[in-house]
């Protein structure tokens, strides 16, 4: 064996497949496969099983993993000490997200003046995933919050953070735990410290949760914060991070008021078409209720420039933590998003739900997926016969399918995932809400342009793989041939010839869907007021083109 082999089988571990692993070392793939299968025949044993797309270690290969690291580490460390030098090398860091924000940056600019040869890999977490990371060796070590568990690591106390509590505008002060109106925690995944702390300081008053809302930003959680959905705590610098954005504040045993605000649902006329640029920024994203490796949010990413949109990436989004930071990414761009923005006003009024958009969203994303599938079968039962569904002014003339539905597409439950990190974006929603007006958010629908605009009846796409049929796929090029040829909204699609048969040969059609969203936004673009009727119903929203 050699150290070359092993790093390479060491990698091929940790990515769980040999195309990831091939990226990751800059090689060939048939490269790594051959070296990974040298190894195998000179040690007489199966390193690896499959097991769907993955390969997994088998229990030799498992034994040989822990030989590996401890030898590449030998490696490194002989190397280092024969040298005689200053630090040099990948350092791989975890860190909390906010002492990423407010407390490294100047602390790491100086330690690359210190040790220039030190390539810093900087990743954030949870303090639970975090030090989970250090016992496995995955990062060196990592700034990480109490409580946690510290079995087998060394730790060293680096500064004190402030805790404060947010609560939306209309909440009263708080003295207590028992002061607290609203039930429902806003915080990141199972194993953050600070949401451990909230929940331990609302359970000394016994007072338990009635829902837990994850989010992957402070970004996110102090904006649906700001709009009814809850209540959180955050780190008192994060607060000073984003002058303007102030939520109540009460810091754990002298709490004080302090109150975030929510920007009032604009007039359509205020709404403005981006402003002309040589090239724009256009992202097409076709959502997913359930994000993973399997089913992922698709994201095509282009540049409109003189009529013609250039496709330079389509990036596929395994968790909704990517989705929001896509939606952060700075401007200038406008984004078509292929999920409802909102519910039909018919609806709203009969459940005596907020009308304003901003609280409508917070009031639905404060429901579980259970209490909203029961409040909206409960509606539809009690509907007449034939008019089950209640529909938006826009589903019409679009022909999309009411935002009730919650199967064969799930667009109810689309509504309740995306609509709320889309406000919590703080992005501008045109006829709904005010916000970046260089980021900019529009409700898209795919079958609005094949079906009506195309007038292509067919069906092009199945995610039942017996179901990808040659008539499907005949429907797909059709599709593409007249997005490049202009039809029908006039703006040319362009893109690789790689992609382009990629696109075409995907069964579930979640890539030209992608691009679909993305020639109906560069449409938007060019359009004002981004081509929504005067007359489209408040509160409703309005898919771009219909």
């Known amino acids: 064996m050699d150290l070359v082999e092993l790093q390479i089988f060491k990698t091929v571990a940790e990515q ?47 034994v040989l993993l822990d030989y590996a690291e401890r030898m590449l ?36 600019a100086r330690y690359h003046r210190r040790y220039p040869a030190v390539r810093l890999e900087l990743s954030t977490g949870t303090s639970g995933a975090l030090v989970d990371r250090v016992l496995r060796g995955e990062i060196e070590a990592a700034f990480v919050a109490e409580p946690f568990n510290a079995k087998n690591l060394e730790t060293r106390h680096a500064f004190t953070e402030e805790l404060v509590l947010i609560t939306p505008k ?34 000394r008053a016994s007072i338990v ?43 754990e045993g002298r709490q004080c008021a302090h109150h975030a605000r929510v920007a009032a649902r604009p007039r359509l006329g205020a709404a403005r078409c981006a402003a002309p640029r040589a090239r724009l920024r256009i992202y097409g994203v076709d959502f997913t209720c359930a994000p993973r490796r399997g089913k992922p949010i698709t994201a095509a990413v282009g540049l409109l420039r003189n009529g013609a949109l250039r496709i330079e990436r389509i990036e596929q989004l395994t968790s909704f933590a990517e989705f929001e930071r896509l939606l952060a990414r700075p401007g200038p761009w406008v984004g078509g998003f292929d999920f409802p ?39 539809r039962a009690s509907r007449l016969a034939g008019v089950k569904y209640a529909h938006r002014a826009t589903d019409l003339p679009a022909r999309s399918s009411s935002p009730m539905k919650l199967v064969n597409p799930p667009v109810a439950l689309m509504f309740h995932e995306g609509a709320p990190r889309v406000l919590a974006a703080g ?28 007038g292509i009846r067919e069906s092009y796409k199945s995610d039942t793989r017996r179901e990808h049929t040659r008539a499907r796929r005949a429907a797909r090029r059709r599709v593409m041939e007249a997005l490049k040829a202009g039809k029908p909204l006039g703006v040319t699609l362009r893109l690789g010839k790689a992609l382009e048969k990629l696109v075409v040969a995907e069964g579930a059609a979640d890539l030209l869907d992608a691009l679909i969203c993305a020639v109906q936004a560069a449409w938007a673009a060019t359009r004002p007021a981004y081509g929504i009727p005067a007359s489209a119903p408040a509160g409703e929203g309005w898919i771009v083109s219909a």
């Open 427 to 454: 992005v501008q929603v045109p006829a709904l809400a005010e916000g970046d007006p260089r980021r900019v958010a529009l409700e898209a629908y795919p079958g609005l342009l094949v079906r009506k605009q195309l």
């Open 209 to 251: 949760a009635e829902r837990v809302m994850e989010y992957g930003s402070y970004h996110a959680i102090a904006a649906c914060v700001a709009a009814g959905s809850g209540i959180a705590v955050v780190p008192k610098s994060e607060r000073r991070r984003r002058p303007g954005r102030g939520a109540p504040v009460a810091a």
């Open 341 to 379: 923005f909102s519910l039909p006003r018919e609806l709203v009024r009969d459940l005596g739900w907020p009308r304003e958009w901003p609280k409508l969203v917070a009031h639905c994303a404060a429901m579980s997926r259970l209490d909203l599938r029961a409040a909206l079968d409960a509606y």
């Open 73 to 108: 580490r030998l490696s490194s460390e002989a190397q280092a000490a024969l040298k005689g030098h200053a630090p040099h090398g990948l350092f791989k860091l975890g860190t909390l997200e906010s002492t990423a924000a407010t407390r490294l940056p100047p602390l790491l």
């Open 16 to 62: 769980g497949g040999i195309t990831r692993a091939a990226a990751a070392l800059h090689r060939v793939q048939s490269n790594v496969t051959t070296r990974v299968k040298q190894l195998e025949e000179r040690l007489g044993t199966k390193l690896f099983h499959r097991q769907g797309r993955r390969l997994v270690l088998s229990s030799e290969g498992k």
């Open 170 to 203: 209309s909440h009263p002060p708080v003295g207590s735990p028992a002061d607290i109106d609203q039930r429902v925690i806003l915080a990141f995944t199972t194993g953050c410290s600070y949401r451990r702390r909230l929940e331990s300081w609302l359970g």
